[in-house]
């Protein structure tokens, strides 16, 4: 059973990457984090007393379907109301969700102006290719190389079969390379 100081811990620990993650999917920085805090405000309330490792699998689980809530009700609303972007200004940004990733600059190979431009270049080719990823395609990729989980788990995450979750992942690390291919970033 997770303490009250363990599930703060937790919850610390997987806050930058859960919004991150919402980001991607919803492309709205508000809206990101409304699904974050209320992800993380339904693992409190209803999963508090789970063991440890159960909670980030947890985690995961309520906060796709956090996010999936948000498109089900942005469906909804758009159906009943018009669509008045075109009226909104065009300098209208959101900002860039890579620019929070911390370089040491001590320890980080980019540590010159241009290598690290490189790299700032880099990461937003990635976010776009990201981004352009079918939604289950994205899910599944996020899932096993950002948070690090194994097939079993992204599979109990995204409550599909392990071979759903390997289709996703190929089909998401290939489409990502042709993308950054074409681009020329080569692994």
């Known amino acids: 059973m997770a303490s009250r100081s363990e599930l703060s811990d937790f919850l610390a620990s997987v806050e930058r990457r859960a919004f991150k993650q919402a980001l991607f999917a919803v492309r709205d920085e508000d809206a990101a ?7 993380m405000m339904r693992l409190a309330e209803k999963y508090a007393g789970h063991p440890t490792d159960e909670l980030p699998l947890l985690f995961q689980r309520i906060l796709q379907n956090a996010i999936r809530d948000y498109y089900r009700r942005s469906r909804t609303r758009m159906a009943r109301f018009v669509q008045l972007s075109s009226f909104e200004s065009a300098d209208d940004d959101t900002g860039d969700p890579l620019e929070a990733i911390e370089i040491d600059e001590e320890l980080s190979p980019f540590a010159t102006p241009h ?19 079918p939604a289950r395609q994205r899910e599944a990729f996020l899932l096993r190389y950002w948070e690090g989980l194994d097939i ?34 080569r692994p």
């Open 152 to 185: 079993a788990e992204t599979a109990a995450a995204m409550n599909c079969s392990e071979g759903s979750v390997k289709t996703h992942c190929s089909r998401a690390t290939h489409t990502l390379a042709t993308a950054l291919a074409a681009k020329g970033i």
């Open 115 to 133: 290598a690290a431009l490189l790299q700032a270049e880099t990461l937003e080719l990635v976010e776009e290719a990201l981004q352009n990823l």
């Open 33 to 39: 984090l409304d699904i974050v805090q209320d992800s």
